[in-house]
């Protein structure tokens, strides 16, 4: 049963746009929320994170946004940059517990 | 300062054999996290060790089992190697206390079981 949803395996987007990534959840006690960018050969870093008693955060060009009712939660990164490419994990927290959940990640390509 | 360091970077195992991943965390941490990443697959949550005991686990067989040092490095054990073992294994660090977007992973270790 997969709790965290990315359902768009990959995106591309050109240089300069606005990329929108998506991420569904099911577990309403998640609360607490994360995005992570994961490059070949290395480790997932994290990018940003939400919680659940807000519902927009914003950090230089990448800013999350959270839909509770939907259990959706968003990451737009404006504008982007071929550096931007790469694979893009959506987690999720619940309370107190240690454990993130990972969706299945989507690859972003920014076309020059 | 080095960051989350693992070896090996690969490894190549048979069915039915064991293997021993290491990890080392970014300097000042002292929890680490171990998650298994399969082809195609998010990380997966395997267990979290604090203090040298294992805080919490995921939903993984007893075959996978961790060990923290004093030194705050761990290793993550896998017996009875199944094929369905292979994947990238990471390692994820922390200090108590702060909050979890402050973990830190490594690079990984690719772990092939024919």
């Known amino acids: 049963d997969q709790q965290v949803k990315q359902n768009s395996p990959s995106l591309s987007v050109q240089e300069g746009r606005i990329s929108i990534l998506n991420c569904d959840y099911t577990?309403?006690?998640?609360?607490?929320f994360l995005w992570y960018k994961k490059y070949p050969a290395e480790g997932p870093t994290f990018l940003i994170s939400?919680?659940?008693?807000?519902d927009k955060n914003e950090d230089g060009r990448f800013t999350v946004f959270l839909n509770k009712s939907a259990k959706h939660l968003s990451l737009h990164i404006v504008p982007s940059q071929p550096g931007d490419s790469a694979v893009y994990f959506c987690?999720?927290?619940?309370?107190?517990?240690?454990?993130?959940?990972f969706g299945k990640g989507t690859l972003l390509t920014v076309n020059p | 300062d080095a960051g989350v360091t693992q070896s090996p970077t690969h490894l190549i195992k048979t069915r039915g054999q064991q293997v021993t991943l290491r990890c080392s965390p970014k300097?000042?941490?002292?929890?680490v996290s171990w998650y298994q990443q399969a082809l195609g697959q998010g990380p997966q949550f395997i267990f979290q060790?604090?203090?040298?005991?294992?805080?919490q686990r995921g939903n993984f067989p007893d075959r996978f089992s961790g060990h923290q040092f004093p030194n705050y490095s761990s290793e993550l054990n896998v017996n009875a190697l199944l094929l369905g073992d292979s994947a990238l294994y990471l390692c994820?660090?922390?200090?108590?206390?702060?909050?979890?977007?402050?973990?830190?992973f490594g690079p990984g270790t690719r772990l092939t079981v024919t």
């Open positions: 987690a999720a927290k619940e309370g107190s517990n240690y454990k993130l959940t």
């Open positions: 939400i919680s659940s008693i807000k």
């Open positions: 060790y604090y203090e040298e005991e294992e805080r």
């Open positions: 577990n309403s006690m998640f609360d607490y």
């Open positions: 300097s000042g941490h002292d929890t």
């Open positions: 994820a660090s922390s200090l108590v206390g702060t909050g979890v977007h402050e973990q830190y």
